[in-house]
Structure formats: structure tokens, C-alpha cells
């Protein structure tokens, strides 16, 4: 499974592509940041979020794309420009035709360094270990987005098990209830 992980921002948009295996197996194919002025128009600054991400997955190919879920943070300003970046990525991983995911920074802390408290030092140095890598991914953007991507590759499976699992209970609910409307008509 190849992953887009996206670390959402206006001023660094982290973006990192990550080849997953069997098992644990997890290799970095490429990483970067989008950056953009805090001067700038907003819808400018959103247009360039969306081409580098459009640019990624057409460069790379990834099967999902897994995105930093927004949390809630004190600093109003920086959650919206946060979601409105997450929704840009979104959209275009959406025309590209692949589907979204989505991660708390807590599920990714606790994928990559075992703990969901993690700082994100820990988090940079875990991710150069997993990947192999010579050093840590700067900034710290760059290394989220890879840990997105790590999170997703040993999550995803067995997410999509879930679902299945889930979407199988809902069918098999829904034809024993049928079955039982059909047993009290007969009683009457």
C-alpha cells in the first residue's frame, strides 16, 4: 500500500509518501512541506496547498491519502486555516478518485513512538528509525506527514477490516430483523 500522509497547515503543509508491506515493513519514498506566506490571500495560499498535494499524487501514485485530523486548539485563527487546508486536501485527493482518511495526531503518536503523548521529537526520531532514514525529517511537518502515512499503513487493514466487518453485521441485522417481521405476520 503506498500513502499520502498530509499534515495539514497555511505556513507549512507537511507531505510525505510512504511504501507499507507485509507486516511492519514501512519504506519513505519521498517527503517535502508546502510553504506559503502569511501575507498572502488566503485563497492563494490554499490554491498552493492544493497543487502541491495534486502534484504529489500525481508524481507518486498513492492508493489512500491520510490526513491529520484537526483538534481543537486555542488559537482560533490557526484551526480554521488548519480545516480549511485539511479540506483542500481532501478535495483533491477526491478528484484524484482516492479515498480519505483520517488521523488524530494522538492515533499517530501512539502508531509511531508507542504513546499517544508523545513529544514531536519523539515523534521525528521514531520516524527516521522506521523509515531507515540518515535523519530526522525537517521541519517537524515533514515528519508528521510521514507519520500519517506510517499510522495509515498499520492501521489501514485493519480499518478496512472493521468496515467490512461492521457493513456484514449491518446486512445480517437487517435480514434477521426482516426475518422477524415476517414471523410475527405469519402469527397474526
Known sequence: MRVLGVDPGLTRCGI?????GGGREVRCVWYGVVRTPADQDLSRRLLTVADAV???????????????????????QTVMGTAQASGVVA???????????????????????GSGRAGKEQVATMVAKLLKLSEKPRPAD???????AI?????GPM??????ANARAKE??????????EAAKARR
Open 54 to 76: 495534486q502534484e504529489a499524487i500525481a508524481t507518486h501514485r498513492p492508493d489512500v491519502v491520510a490526513v491529520e485530523r484537526v483538534f481543537s486548539q486555542t488559537n482560533v
Open 142 to 148: 515533514a515528519a508528521d506527514a510521514l507519520g500519517l
Open 172 to 181: 445480517l441485522a437487517k435480514a434477521h430483523r426482516a426475518r422477524l417481521a
Open 91 to 113: 478535495l483533491a485527493a477526491a478528484r484524484a478518485g482516492l479515498d480519505v482518511v483520517f488521523h488524530t495526531p494522538s492515533e499517530v503518536k501512539a502508531a509511531v513512538t
Open 159 to 164: 480499518m478496512a477490516r472493521m468496515a467490512e
Open 151 to 155: 499510522c495509515h499503513c498499520w492501521r
Open 16 to 20: 510525505g509518501v510512504v511504501d507499507g
